[in-house]
């Protein structure tokens, strides 16, 4: 007799269902019993929180390896034929010039266009290898994809300093490398998150490997500095050294201690892994083999993502790209001051995010509030307030205390994209999240290419408050209109085109009947 919805007994199967998933999903043997597969030693650290350190720590290096030129590059290149060729043409660049005179020459005789490509590269890289990167995953898995685009990162970062004495646009090339290996990272992680991290504890563990990136660019910042200060190693090829080698390092540690899922994890515990697969009961797992371009181009809830998550991260383009140059050119601050105030809000961000995800898991866990209400409510909080730190700083005008606590106060809850736009990608193509991640982040890139440019466009260098309140009018509109749209036509529900192809499904709803039938049977006699 069947058993009743509801039973302990129904509850039970549902568990082995998803456990076969799992298997199915990972390439594991059917015939294998799974409780054989689950007999495994138990050991004090969850498995699921080891990946997120990981994953975290696997942010921190991707980002350094992005910010780190940023510092080693004035110690790299001779600046003296460089600022006064451009002093002749645009006297308004006095106060960049000051800044450079603060720190040594390096000695290779780069023109400042080469520098500005030097800078740019990585982000062609990155948007070569988005998509790519997070499609890969899904077929061959996050695991070997993230070890995989690490190394490339990290030995590319090891032929910086070759690279950059033997001819610069050979360094360029191996920018380009960096951001090929750099790229993919984000949608390796939040595909990967869709395995080992159940719902109710989503929003802490997104946002705490998400806040790799914000601590990774505080550390680069800082180390890269102090190194390039020294003569260890040459100085300025230290940082590239060291980083590059933390890299390989990283990807021994991760071959040992991470796995694809938990159902293939050797030394998890039985709780745990019970406790994975009930958290991600509403997901069930199927590799789609084949894209579905026609369905996504026209998916109004990925469209109208796609905006929200493009003005979401306007909003971090702004702080990565320009918020110290404002502070330096308009303000007059020092470099040494500048350095420390423009890493502050990197810095909070992540705590704050990390302090905010937890009774954001809570609420969701006791079904307090919805997915799409944390997912909207989330972009919703960090628009008003970071669009309303920027309309008071057109306010405040050079008062330096008032500017840098709005500077702050508009960047804090920046990381609440996490739990916000970021997270959205998974609820609506749980299947195929690496894809979709690695689209949105292809928009997300963008702004980090606009963002300097618009601002050369409407201040045409003139380091004026009147003119930056152009800027950050333009930035209050973009961002006000593109959550406007996202909040309107977003949708958190699963898409038929995430989930599985109508191939798929068929075939799928054949093998749970006939699993339905065969599974009890293969766990009543492990032996």
């Known amino acids: 007799m069947a058993p009743a919805y509801g039973t302990c007994q129904e509850h039970t199967k549902n568990i082995e269902r998803n456990m076969r998933d799992y298997s199915r999903s990972s390439g594991i043997d059917q015939s294998t019993p799974l409780i054989i597969r689950r007999r495994v030693t138990t050991y004090f650290i969850p498995k699921r929180f080891i990946f997120s350190f990981l994953a975290f720590t696997a942010g921190c290096l991707a980002v350094s390896y992005n910010v780190n030129i940023s510092i080693a590059i004035v110690s790299m290149v001779n600046h003296n034929v460089a600022t006064s060729n451009n002093s002749k043409h645009n006297e308004s660049k006095d106060a960049f010039v000051e800044f450079l005179e603060e720190v040594p020459n390096g ?34 898995g996050g695991k070997r994809m993230i070890i995989l685009c690490t190394l490339v990162s ?3 970062t090891l032929l910086l300093p070759v690279a950059a004495n033997f001819n610069p646009y050979a360094f360029i090339l191996a920018r380009v490398g960096v951001g090929l290996g750099t790229g993919p990272i984000i949608p390796i992680i939040f595909y990967m998150l869709n395995k080992w991290i159940p719902e109710h504890e989503r929003s802490f563990h997104a946002s705490f490997i998400l806040s790799g990136y914000g601590i990774g660019s505080f550390l680069a910042v800082i180390v890269s500095g102090s190194l390039c200060g020294t003569t260890f190693l040459g100085g300025w090829p230290s940082v590239f050294y060291i980083g590059g080698l933390s890299g390989v390092m990283w ?3 991760c071959a040992y201690f991470m796995h694809e899922s938990p159902d293939i994890h050797p030394r998890i515990s039985e709780e745990e892994f019970r406790t994975i697969v009930t958290g991600l009961e509403g997901n069930k797992k199927e590799r789609i083999q084949s894209i579905p371009w026609k369905h996504m181009i026209f998916s109004v809830p990925l469209w109208a993502l796609a905006i929200g998550f493009f003005g979401q991260f306007w909003l971090l383009g702004f702080f990565s790209t320009v918020h110290a140059l404002y502070m330096g050119t308009v303000l007059k601050l020092p470099m040494s001051t500048n350095g420390i105030l423009s ?16 009774p954001v898991d809570l609420l969701l866990k ?23 730190a920027f309309l008071g700083i057109t306010y405040v005008g050079r008062d330096i205390t008032s500017t840098t606590i709005l500077f702050i106060l508009g960047g804090v809850l920046g990381e609440f994209v996490t739990f916000g736009v970021c997270l959205a990608g998974n609820d609506i193509a749980p299947n195929l999240s690496g894809t979709v991640s690695g689209i949105l982040n292809i928009l997300g890139v963008f702004p980090f290419f606009v963002i300097p440019a618009l601002v050369g466009w409407m201040t045409q260098f003139q380091n004026t408050i009147e003119e930056w309140k152009k800027v950050f009018y333009t930035t209050i509109l ?32 054949n093998t749970e009947v006939s699993e339905t039938e065969t599974g009890p049977k293969a766990i009543e006699n492990p032996a």
């Open 154 to 156: 990290s030995l590319a």
């Open 478 to 509: 973009i961002v006000s209109i593109s959550t406007l749209i996202f909040v309107i036509f977003g949708d958190s529900d699963p898409q038929p085109w995430g989930v599985a192809s109508v191939k798929s499904k068929s075939k799928d709803e």
């Open 366 to 388: 006791r079904q307090v509030v919805s997915k799409g209400f944390v997912r909207k409510g989330a972009t919703v909080i960090n628009t008003v307030v970071s669009c309303g």
């Open 343 to 358: 890493c502050l809000p990197h810095l909070l961000r992540a705590f704050a995010t990390c302090l905010a995800s937890y």
């Open 107 to 140: 000695h290779l005789p780069w023109s400042a266009n080469i520098e500005s490509f030097a800078l740019g590269a990585v982000y062609f890289g990155q948007l070569v290898s988005f998509i790519p990167g997070g499609r890969m995953a899904e077929l061959y």
């Open 251 to 253: 990807c021994f540690t």
